[in-house]
């Protein structure tokens, strides 16, 4: 539905403005309902509507290598349907539960609605209502209220949410161009090997550009992989998922694929991996490549890559409650990359300061449905830059069209942004998207 101001697209419309002093910006409906995401899993997508006739959609992704302390993702658990995987109940408590608590609310009020979303739950990690349906009719609520604000979705989130204009930035894509671990059916352990191109336009990042430069190393990648007898089919991320014997071999095929684009492997496109380090943890060693090694032998592997070849980033470098772990692999390599916790933090304020007093990491991975609401994620990412920690604003392995992060990402000034290689439509609709703020915000808006 579009907004219609004037009385006659009212009545085109069919609607009867009864009560010309009532709030048109407060909720009248929330509607959820199951569709699937990229891996044909179900999820929720959720629609939501205001007394003036202004709607807001959105839907929620899903994990594969989901952390242990992330907020709660109901499933239906009815092995009938779905495998068990359904969202019926999430809907249920979209169209039922708080429906009914959030109608009159105004969808200006982020904070608000979700607060009460909240607390109508009562649980520390969304257990009763499950993240799932809060976050669908968080993200939901937040563009319906950008379409009564009349603004671009990344402004109205800076401006719901007190961030300075001034903050809005394009990220730097990191792209996942060759996927193992928990996302392919291939020998990898390491679950994500990202190329970083960073091309600038004055002091920011030109988003065209640094594409279309990811682009081409991915489709050059597909050619080193046929070059080499290796597959071309592609993991859950879009990412090409070959078997190759090791992390090494994969990261030189990388570098191949870089050169053949005819780009300069550590000037104008980087290296970056997501380890995903609790998938091959077990009883205090790291199961890796064939080896069993202790957290600081599996730090010193990476320092020696570091030194090796130009990777800027390690994501999940070790497991997701190894502490001890992660502040050894920061003494050692903190200074020279990127030290990202996705299962560690989990987009929670709370971990994120266990993470400020082990000294344990430089930078966090920022997923809403780790967490479950727009609020807390925007809350953990001021806190996260408040303690000099980059940003990263993440998809997930289980994607749908929406692509509300790459506007949260600007809107946040993220310096980073992970959402799987230039391939499968729930991955390109995000970068499409951040190719259109970045027009946006060159012709001043
Ligand atoms: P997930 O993987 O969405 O399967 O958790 C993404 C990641 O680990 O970054
Ligand atoms: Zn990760």
């Not at 959720?46 to 709660?72: M, Q």
């Not at 996942?176 to 679950?191: C, E, P, T």
């Not at 730090?299 to 470098?317: K, R």
């Amino acid at each position: 539905m579009r907004r219609c101001r004037d009385w006659r697209q009212w009545a085109i419309a069919g609607r009867v403005n009864r009560n010309v002093t009532m709030a048109t910006d407060v909720i009248s409906d929330l509607t959820a309902r199951e569709i699937l995401d990229s891996r044909g899993d179900p999820t929720i997508e959720v629609t939501v509507l205001t007394e003036g006739g202004e709607t807001g959609v959105a839907s929620v992704p899903s994990g594969a290598s989901t952390g242990i302390h992330e907020a709660y993702e109901l499933r239906d658990g009815d092995k009938s349907r779905y495998d068990g995987k359904g969202v019926l109940k999430a809907v249920n408590h979209v169209n039922h539960d708080l429906k009914q608590v959030l109608r009159g609310t105004s969808v200006t009020d982020q904070s608000r609605v979700d607060t009460i979303m909240i607390d109508v739950d009562g649980t520390a990690n969304k257990r009763n209502l499950g993240a799932n349906a809060i976050l669908g009719v968080s993200l939901a609520v937040a563009r319906a209220g950008a379409v009564v604000a009349g603004l671009p979705l990344y402004r109205y989130l800076q401006q719901a949410f007190d961030l300075k204009r001034e903050a809005a930035s394009l990220p730097v894509p990191l792209m996942n161009v060759l996927n193992g671990g928990a996302h392919a059916d291939n020998n990898l352990d390491v679950q994500e090997f990202m190329v970083v191109p960073e091309f600038k336009r004055g002091q920011g990042v030109d988003m065209a550009e640094s594409i279309r430069v990811g682009a081409e190393v991915f489709h050059a990648l597909g050619r080193v992989l046929k070059t080499n007898h290796l597959d071309t089919d592609v993991g859950n991320e879009g990412g090409y998922a070959p078997d190759v014997p090791s992390s090494k071999e994969t990261i030189e095929l990388l570098l191949e694929a870089i050169k053949q684009a005819g780009y300069e492997p550590g000037h104008e496109v980087h290296l970056a991996l997501d380890l995903a380090a609790s998938e091959f943890y077990r009883q205090g060693r790291y199961h890796f490549e064939g080896q069993v090694l202790s957290a600081s032998e599996l730090v010193e592997l990476y320092a020696s890559w570091l030194t090796t070849y130009p990777l800027i980033l390690l994501e999940d470098g070790l497991a997701q409650d190894d502490w001890e772990g992660w502040a050894g692999l920061m003494r050692k390599l903190g200074s020279k990359a990127l030290l990202v916790g996705d299962d560690l933090f989990v987009t929670s304020s709370q971990r994120l300061q266990l993470g400020f007093e082990f000294k344990a990491a430089n930078a966090i991975l920022i997923k809403p449905n780790q967490v479950g609401t727009l609020k807390e994620t925007i809350e953990t990412v001021q806190l996260a830059q408040q303690h000099g920690y980059q940003t990263i604003v993440s998809h997930r392995s289980g994607e749908t069209m929406d692509n509300f992060i790459a506007d949260l990402a600007v809107a946040v000034g993220a310096p980073y942004i992970k959402s799987g290689p230039t391939s499968r439509g729930e991955r390109v609709t995000k970068y499409n998207r951040l190719m259109e703020i970045a027009a946006e915000l060159a012709a001043g808006k």
